[in-house]
């Protein structure tokens, strides 16, 4: 139940990363150019760079045995 602000807080699915390549970069590099905008844009980039924040990486987790 902790993550359901997630689905309430994006609501246009797709139009960042949209913006971002039809700029020519990556979601991450135009999240950080466009982070202090105001309006839609600034919040659709706040909002990225939150949620990329969540993301852990890929740490993988080695079991008890070491395999």
């Known amino acids: 139940m902790a ?4 689905a309430g807080a994006i609501k246009r699915p797709g139009a ?3 913006k971002a390549e039809h700029a020519g970069k990556t ?3 135009f ?3 466009h982070d202090s905008d105001s309006g839609r844009l600034g919040k659709q ?3 990225a760079e939150t949620l ?3 993301n852990k990486g890929g740490v993988k987790k080695r079991n008890w045995y070491g395999k």
């Open 3 to 6: 993550k359901k602000w997630i």
């Open 16 to 18: 960042f990363k949209a």
């Open 27 to 29: 979601t991450r590099e």
């Open 31 to 33: 999240a950080s150019e």
């Open 45 to 47: 980039a706040r909002l």
């Open 52 to 54: 990329m924040g969540m």
